[in-house]
């Protein structure tokens, strides 16, 4: 007979279901597994995790979930959520803010402990040095675990609204894909001159890594809301835009990720800030809400 209540439930087996499992069996803690398709945790039951029907995961000592989305952990919670009163949920799904507010108050409404998770790792990273997970909402929970957190990354607590780790993770992210774009861009510049990714990429790594040095100025100024500084200007920048364009059109390149910045570029001048600081581009994205 298993004693779930010793046990930690990981809901979902898929790729970081299974590493957020394994690093709980490599450290020797009791683990019960569940996945809507059965077979996935055969790996990790030969290791000593048990596979148990979702009823009785929601019977653990904590019930960790990792599905695709939002939904899919409605699907899986909803039917079970009478077991789940009195006990706690700690929800690494990806989901939006106000998606992970709405499990939050679920949860609330049904006797349920919630905190909501932000993995900002891949699955090989998990267990490793330089992996991340944000957490927000119960304060309690999260001191609670924080020993078992740390088994699979540094944790970070973002307060007691259950949407901010999402919030963090999603506004990084949406940073980093800007970034990758750039970075193919780049690359397709060059590959039509014979020059290679890897080439490219060893010169690209370093400098966009400095260029990374400036944030913190940045963000004092889009802080203050002032863009008369002495920084670079949006007609100065517009000119720069338009040359890496024409330089990509040569090339036989769409300058694709270009373009959208000189749309939010254009939109300030229009509205009159040519001579102000190319930061107030975020005065464009605002008005987009
Ligand atoms: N993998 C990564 O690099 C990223 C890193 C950042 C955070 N994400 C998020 O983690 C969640 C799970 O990601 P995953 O990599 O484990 O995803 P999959 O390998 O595709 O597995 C998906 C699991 O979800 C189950 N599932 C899907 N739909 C349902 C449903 N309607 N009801 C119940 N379970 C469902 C699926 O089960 P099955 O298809 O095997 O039956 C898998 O267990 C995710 O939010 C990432 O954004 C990972």
């Known amino acids: 007979m298993t004693d779930m209540r010793a046990r930690v439930a990981v809901l979902g087996m898929g790729e970081m279901g299974r590493a957020l499992a394994g690093a709980l069996v490599g450290a020797g803690r009791p683990v019960a597994v569940w996945n809507r398709t059965p077979g996935k945790a055969d790996a990790l039951v030969g290791r000593g995790a048990v596979e148990v029907g979702v009823r009785d995961a929601v019977t653990a000592g904590l019930v ?32 939006t803010p106000d998606e992970a507010r709405e499990l939050a108050k679920w949860a609330d409404a049904h ?20 992996a991340r997970i944000l957490y927000s909402g119960s304060r309690e929970v999260f001191e609670e675990h924080r020993e078992l957190f740390g088994l699979w990354a540094d944790a970070t607590y973002d307060g007691a609204d ?85 330089a990509s059109r040569e090339q036989g390149v769409e300058p694709v990720p270009i373009d959208m910045v000189r749309g939010l570029v254009r939109r300030q001048i229009e509205d009159g800030h040519g001579a102000e600081d190319f930061d107030r581009i975020i005065e464009g994205m605002r008005a987009a809400t």
């Open 162 to 246: 259950a949407g901010m780790a999402s919030l963090f993770d999603l506004a990084m992210l949406a940073g980093m894909y800007p970034l990758f774009a750039g970075f193919m861009h780049g690359a397709a510049m060059l590959q039509s001159a014979g020059v290679t990714a890897a080439e490219f990429a060893t010169r690209a790594a370093p400098f966009l890594a400095a260029m990374t040095g400036v944030f913190p100025q940045i963000a004092q100024i889009v802080d203050g809301g002032d863009y008369r500084g002495p920084g670079q200007s949006l007609d100065w920048t517009v000119a720069a835009l338009d040359a890496i364009a024409r």
């Open 111 to 130: 006797g349920i402990a919630y905190l909501d998770g932000a993995i900002m790792a891949t699955p090989p990273m998990i267990g490793a040095p330089g």
């Open 64 to 95: 960790v979930v990792c599905l695709y989305d939002h939904a899919s952990v409605h699907e899986t919670l909803d039917p079970v959520a009478d077991g789940l009163r009195g006990r706690t949920v700690v929800n690494l799904t990806t989901t």
